[in-house]
Protein backbone atom coordinates (compact mmCIF):
# COMPACT_ATOMS: atom_id res chain seq x y z
CA UNK A 1 0.00 0.00 0.00
CA UNK A 2 0.95 3.23 -0.89
CA UNK A 3 0.05 6.69 0.49
CA UNK A 4 0.40 10.47 -0.35
CA UNK A 5 -0.31 12.80 2.93
CA UNK A 6 0.05 16.74 2.74
CA UNK A 7 -0.06 19.05 5.12
CA UNK A 8 1.03 22.88 5.59
CA UNK A 9 -2.65 24.04 4.06
CA UNK A 10 -4.41 26.87 5.90
CA UNK A 11 -5.39 30.53 6.14
CA UNK A 12 -3.30 33.12 5.42
CA UNK A 13 -3.66 36.55 4.48
CA UNK A 14 -3.10 38.09 0.73
CA UNK A 15 1.05 38.54 0.02
CA UNK A 16 1.65 35.59 2.39
CA UNK A 17 2.89 32.81 2.19
CA UNK A 18 2.46 29.18 2.54
CA UNK A 19 4.35 25.80 2.14
CA UNK A 20 2.92 22.38 1.12
CA UNK A 21 4.83 19.14 1.80
CA UNK A 22 3.77 15.99 0.76
CA UNK A 23 5.09 12.43 1.66
CA UNK A 24 4.57 9.44 0.14
CA UNK A 25 5.24 6.43 2.42
CA UNK A 26 4.66 2.44 2.27
CA UNK A 27 6.28 -0.05 -0.30
CA UNK A 28 7.95 2.48 -2.75
CA UNK A 29 11.05 1.49 -5.14
CA UNK A 30 11.09 4.51 -7.50
CA UNK A 31 9.26 7.87 -7.87
CA UNK A 32 8.81 9.44 -10.94
CA UNK A 33 6.93 12.54 -11.81
CA UNK A 34 5.51 14.46 -8.76
CA UNK A 35 2.72 16.99 -8.89
CA UNK A 36 0.68 19.61 -7.54
CA UNK A 37 -3.12 19.91 -8.66
CA UNK A 38 -5.63 22.49 -7.13
CA UNK A 39 -9.56 22.31 -7.16
CA UNK A 40 -12.14 24.93 -6.60
CA UNK A 41 -15.76 23.65 -6.20
CA UNK A 42 -17.54 23.49 -9.67
CA UNK A 43 -14.11 23.40 -11.45
CA UNK A 44 -11.83 21.34 -13.27
CA UNK A 45 -9.31 19.78 -11.12
CA UNK A 46 -5.75 22.14 -12.17
CA UNK A 47 -2.81 20.85 -12.61
CA UNK A 48 -0.21 23.82 -10.50
CA UNK A 49 3.21 22.71 -10.55
CA UNK A 50 5.22 19.68 -11.80
CA UNK A 51 8.57 18.00 -11.18
CA UNK A 52 10.27 15.39 -12.90
CA UNK A 53 12.59 12.52 -11.66
CA UNK A 54 15.67 14.55 -12.51
CA UNK A 55 14.10 18.19 -11.15
CA UNK A 56 12.90 19.67 -14.48
CA UNK A 57 9.99 21.73 -13.18
CA UNK A 58 6.93 23.67 -15.01
CA UNK A 59 4.43 25.62 -13.30
CA UNK A 60 0.85 26.91 -14.50
CA UNK A 61 0.93 30.01 -16.08
CA UNK A 62 -0.85 31.96 -12.77
CA UNK A 63 1.32 30.86 -10.39
CA UNK A 64 4.57 31.14 -12.13
CA UNK A 65 7.43 33.62 -10.40
CA UNK A 66 5.56 33.29 -7.56
CA UNK A 67 5.09 29.17 -6.55
CA UNK A 68 8.42 26.78 -6.53
CA UNK A 69 8.22 23.10 -6.55
CA UNK A 70 10.76 20.79 -5.38
CA UNK A 71 11.42 17.32 -4.22
CA UNK A 72 13.72 15.27 -1.70
CA UNK A 73 14.22 12.00 -3.06
CA UNK A 74 15.79 10.90 -0.20
CA UNK A 75 12.35 11.18 1.99
CA UNK A 76 10.09 10.51 -1.06
CA UNK A 77 8.85 14.35 -0.10
CA UNK A 78 7.65 17.06 -3.36
CA UNK A 79 6.79 20.93 -2.02
CA UNK A 80 5.10 23.74 -3.00
CA UNK A 81 6.43 26.89 -1.61
CA UNK A 82 3.87 29.13 -2.45
CA UNK A 83 4.59 33.31 -2.18
CA UNK A 84 2.55 36.62 -2.93
CA UNK A 85 -0.34 34.51 -2.44
CA UNK A 86 -3.82 36.00 -4.11
CA UNK A 87 -7.63 35.04 -3.02
CA UNK A 88 -7.61 33.44 -6.36
CA UNK A 89 -5.33 30.69 -5.03
CA UNK A 90 -8.02 29.51 -2.72
CA UNK A 91 -8.45 25.85 -3.36
CA UNK A 92 -7.62 22.50 -2.31
CA UNK A 93 -4.31 21.36 -3.18
CA UNK A 94 -3.69 17.59 -4.20
CA UNK A 95 -0.30 15.90 -4.47
CA UNK A 96 -0.26 13.76 -7.46
CA UNK A 97 2.90 11.18 -8.07
CA UNK A 98 3.59 7.89 -10.28
CA UNK A 99 5.61 5.41 -7.95
CA UNK A 100 6.73 1.85 -8.71
CA UNK A 101 6.13 -0.38 -6.32
CA UNK A 102 8.87 -2.86 -6.83
CA UNK A 103 11.29 -4.26 -9.39
CA UNK A 104 9.45 -5.42 -13.15
CA UNK A 105 6.14 -3.54 -12.37
CA UNK A 106 5.33 -0.35 -13.82
CA UNK A 107 4.51 3.14 -12.39
CA UNK A 108 1.49 3.74 -10.79
CA UNK A 109 -0.64 6.99 -10.50
CA UNK A 110 -1.45 7.59 -6.54
CA UNK A 111 -3.09 10.80 -4.89
CA UNK A 112 -2.82 12.52 -1.87
CA UNK A 113 -6.31 13.08 0.53
CA UNK A 114 -5.75 16.76 -0.16
CA UNK A 115 -5.15 20.08 2.06
CA UNK A 116 -7.06 23.44 1.86
CA UNK A 117 -5.61 26.67 1.27
CA UNK A 118 -7.81 29.79 2.19
CA UNK A 119 -5.96 33.19 1.12
CA UNK A 120 -8.44 36.14 2.66
CA UNK A 121 -8.45 38.93 4.91
Known amino acids: QVQLEESGGGLVQPGGSLRLSCAASGRIRSINDMNWYRQVPGKQRELVAH???????NYADSVKGRFTISRDNAKNTVYLQMNSLKPEDTAVYYCNAFISRSWGSGFSEYWGQGTQVTVSS
Open 51 to 57: ISSGGRT
